[in-house]
């Protein structure tokens, strides 16, 4: 991982400074990239899925960089799953076999995928902790935990994919902030932002098909 940060050295350069702390190329690219994306999902285009390769592949080098282990290893699953998401999208099938659509998760889905971040959360915590220099495993793990549950809902076309990307990006806000990667704080006040957007846009959607 060393020789792939020093070959990445001119990406990982500042390009500018904000608030005191520097703002890497590649973590300007990743953010344009990123807002890209979400435009995409909110507005159901298939698109969005290859862009999230791209920007997941990018925070992976940064995050690693600033030692957020649990974040950088969540970037690899984005990417992982992104090419999964982009084939639901593309052909995928509800469990009566037609089109997948815009659509909301049972109640008893709902409470399985709770109780599943609530356990993920603590074990992934734990092994950031013993396992790597990280200086906030707890804090790092609960939106890595969150963030998986997102990413298979957003996949599977669930309405409460927003909802769990809202309350994903608000306690990532604090942990940017905490690192001081400044465009990326700013990127998630936007995501979170549109998270609303979204959760609004993908009702309406889901009430129109009934």
């Given amino acids: 991982m060393d020789s792939l940060l020093q070959a990445l050295q001119p990406l990982l350069a500042p390009a500018f400074g904000l608030w005191g702390s520097p703002v890497t190329w590649i973590e300007i690219v990743a953010f344009v990239l990123s807002l890209v994306m979400v435009a995409c999902n909110i507005r159901v285009n298939a698109i969005a899925w290859p862009l999230a390769i791209a920007a997941s592949l990018l925070y992976f080098v940064l995050f690693w960089n600033h030692r957020l282990y649990g974040e950088a290893g969540l970037q690899i699953f984005f990417a992982l799953i992104a090419g999964w998401g982009w084939w639901q999208w593309l052909r995928g099938r509800t469990e009566d076999g037609g089109a997948l659509r815009v659509r909301w998760l049972s109640t008893r889905g709902r409470w399985l995928l709770l109780a599943g971040v609530l356990l993920a959360w603590p074990l992934l915590g734990a092994f950031l902790r013993r396992f790597t220099d990280t200086d906030v495993p707890w804090w790092d793990a609960l939106p890595t935990a969150g963030s998986v ?56 959607k889901a009430k129109a098909h009934g």
């Fill in 149 to 204: 549950a997102g990413q298979w809902l957003l996949g599977r076309k669930y309405v409460e994919n927003w909802l769990v990307w809202l309350a994903v990006n608000v306690v990532s806000v604090g942990l940017f902030a905490y690192k001081g990667l400044w465009l990326t704080v700013l990127l998630y006040t936007l995501f979170a932002l549109l998270s609303v957007v979204g959760w609004r846009a993908w009702m309406d």
